[in-house]
């Protein structure tokens, strides 16, 4: 990873520089946030995530970027086919360095959608005590969504263009494990030297260079139906043989560091009266490395699929999923550099291991080095109590602009 600024070019802004623009351009910031926050805009909710893409396209049009915005169109003959989906967003901002003069290319992956349902905003609009601010999608993530926007802006300010393109793409169903962006993050991240991915930092204030791979699976049990108490021996559970698939993937905890499995959700029989003849389980599973992950996905289907009660018939669905994000030598280099510009910035920043999967993970996944959770500090994410704390806005706006401006071609 080169520093943008060698080879003949200008060199870049100094973080203090980024900083000073940030702080200028806070109120602006926090207003925009209030009226992001105050969007009902689930994943479930597309006119929502289609109001927040409107406010966005304008913003990205307003500071001379390009703008491509692609419709979700369901399609009705999928195994499981996708409710109707916001549009996504995708911005590209040319610079004035290209690739083959050492111009890097660099992707920024925001999502613009929440897991709250209708209503939530009106229940619990923005709010600001002090210097938190709370609000349905606050953390988690409008102020990060932001936060890329405005680093580009810091860096505009400063009069810095000496890189090839910054791409953004803003998703609409991240919350869902990006079912319809995910094709297109990955096609925009295989040309990039970098990517950044603007979750919000952890409440502690650590980034994350690496997050566990994530796998949802469903089980469907098919038994045979009788009636419990005049024939039950013509029956078949399909509850009862969940249960022992739920024991047994429970087992596979721990038997490979880092793996965790939780059947999290049971669905099964009719009445009490009735031997049940369909049950379904909803199975997370995580894993830390791709090795780890693909042994343990692979044994939690042999599990599921051997029955114990006879005459019972399993199917295995892969309903959504990530693969791991490994802290890679690439983005171990970005972390190295994250901290060399928090210290100049004046604070101390540590990158850090998580078990929530992310945008970043299937990036991380093709190779390319990529770093996550560089919006401002906030935690609480998807509950009541979710917050962000907006005196760290102008300090993370500045590290991800000194970044980006930092980056070089691979």
């Known amino acids: 990873m080169s520093d943008n600024g060698t080879g003949g070019g200008p060199p870049p802004p100094s973080p203090a520089a980024l900083r000073a623009s940030a702080e200028a351009m806070q109120d602006e910031f926090v207003a925009e946030l209030r009226s992001l926050v105050d969007i009902d805009c689930g994943s479930y909710t597309p006119s929502g995530v289609n109001l927040v893409a409107d406010i966005v396209q304008a913003k990205f049009q307003g500071l001379g970027w390009s703008v491509r915005r692609h419709p979700h169109h369901p399609d009705p003959e999928a195994r499981e086919p996708l409710p109707q989906l916001g549009d996504l967003l995708v911005a590209t901002l040319s610079g004035s360095r290209p690739a083959t003069q050492g111009g890097a290319r660099v992707l920024l992956v925001g999502h613009m959608d929440t897991v709250f349902g209708e209503g939530t905003a009106g229940e619990r609009p923005f709010r600001i005590d002090g210097t938190t601010a709370t609000g349905p999608g606050v953390s988690d993530m409008k102020g990060g969504l932001l936060t890329g926007i405005y680093a580009v802006m810091c860096l505009q300010r400063n009069?810095?263009?000496?890189?090839?393109?910054?791409?953004?793409?803003?998703?609409?169903?991240?919350?869902?494990?990006?079912?319809?962006?995910?094709?297109?993050i990955l096609e925009r991240a295989a040309t990039v030297d970098a990517c950044f991915v603007l979750e919000g930092a952890r409440a502690n204030g650590d980034i994350v260079s690496a997050r566990k791979g994530v796998a949802e699976l469903q089980v469907i049990v098919q038994g045979r139906s009788a009636h419990a108490g005049v024939e039950p021996e013509k029956g078949r559970s399909a509850t009862l043989q969940a249960a022992h698939t739920t024991i047994a993937l429970h087992e596979l905890n721990g038997r490979w560091p880092g793996v965790t499995v939780n059947v999290g959700v049971v669905?099964?029989?009719?009445?009490?009266?009735?031997?049940?003849?369909?049950?379904?389980?909803?199975?997370?599973?995580?894993?830390?490395?791709?090795?780890?992950?693909?042994?343990?996905?692979?044994?939690?289907?042999?599990?599921?699929?051997?029955?114990?009660?006879?005459?019972?018939?399993?199917?295995?669905?892969?309903?959504?999923g990530f693969p791991p994000m490994e802290k890679t030598p690439g983005t171990a280099r970005l972390a190295?550099?994250?901290?060399?510009?928090?210290g100049e910035l004046g604070f101390e920043l540590h990158d850090a291991a998580t078990g929530g999967a992310s945008d970043a993970n299937p990036v991380a996944g093709i190779g390319i080095p990529v770093l996550d959770g560089l919006g401002p500090i906030g935690g609480?994410?998807?509950?009541?109590?979710?917050?962000?704390?907006?005196?760290?806005?102008?300090?993370r706006v500045a590290l991800l602009a000194?970044?980006?401006?930092?980056?070089g071609p691979a």
């Open 336 to 342: 190295d550099r994250a901290r060399e510009i928090a």
């Open 267 to 320: 669905e099964g029989g009719t009445r009490p009266n009735v031997v049940a003849e369909r049950c379904e389980l909803h199975v997370d599973l995580r894993a830390v490395t791709a090795e780890a992950f693909d042994q343990a996905v692979a044994e939690a289907e042999r599990v599921a699929s051997t029955t114990t009660v006879p005459d019972t018939s399993v199917e295995i669905r892969r309903a959504a």
């Open 402 to 407: 000194s970044l980006i401006a930092s980056v």
């Open 159 to 184: 009069d810095f263009d000496a890189f090839d393109s910054i791409t953004y793409v803003c998703n609409p169903d991240e919350e869902i494990g990006s079912p319809f962006s995910g094709p297109a």
């Open 380 to 395: 609480d994410d998807h509950a009541p109590s979710e917050w962000l704390d907006l005196a760290s806005v102008p300090p």
